[in-house]
């Protein structure tokens, strides 16, 4: 099974790509995750990214796209995975579907985590990431026992460089001119659906699994 998951920054579309993962059984593709790592670890890419990641502009098309080339070669993506953060422009999109059209795949969901943007500064300026497990908490929705440590693992809680507020503005102006067109490429397929963005996680996750099956 092979799932596009979109939305604006913030929509929630990590942490039901990574439930979602769990429960079928196959990889989440995250092109935000593998270009922090590489910056992290101080590869080409992530030197080629680090500018327009602390922007929160986009990362040119073509080094996102040999990304994903690479990742869906690997054995783990043979029986399907999710794309969470990717294609997040009309020509990413384009290039997805020449690349799994020459594998003889094919998408079979797009879902479209739909939000008020509104919300979204909030939601996203209050979030933080276990540096060891993933877990993900908020300032407001879901606050740790302990400030700043991981309940599940105990591991030290972080906030992403990039999840400060002038940063998340750029991210949503961002998303609105390059990247919400493209459900409209998806939008005639009969692959897409919609979700309510605006339910609480459990919801989503409830109704993103009934379109999934
Ligand atoms: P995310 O974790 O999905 O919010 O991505 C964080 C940042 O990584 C974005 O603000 C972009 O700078 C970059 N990025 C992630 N995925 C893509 C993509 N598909 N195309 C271009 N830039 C991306």
Known sequence: MKVILLGPPGAGKGT????????YGIPQLSTGDML???LKAGTEVGLK??????AGALVPDEVVVGIIADRIQEADCQK??????????VPQAQELDKMLAGR??????VIDIACDAEALVARITGRSTCSK???GYHAQ???PAQAGICDKCGGTLTQRADDNEE????RLTVYEAQTAPVIGFYRPGGVFKEVDGMADMGAVFKALCAILG
């Open 36 to 38: 922090r790592a590489a």
């Open 49 to 54: 990214a680090k500018a327009a990641m602390e």
């Open 167 to 170: 940063t998340v503005r750029n």
């Open 133 to 135: 497990c993933g877990e």
């Open 141 to 143: 929705h879901k606050k």
């Open 16 to 23: 039901q790509a990574r439930q979602l993962a769990e429960k």
């Open 104 to 109: 003889g795949m094919a998408i079979d969901h």
């Open 80 to 89: 399907g995975f999710i794309l969470d953060g990717f294609p997040r422009t």
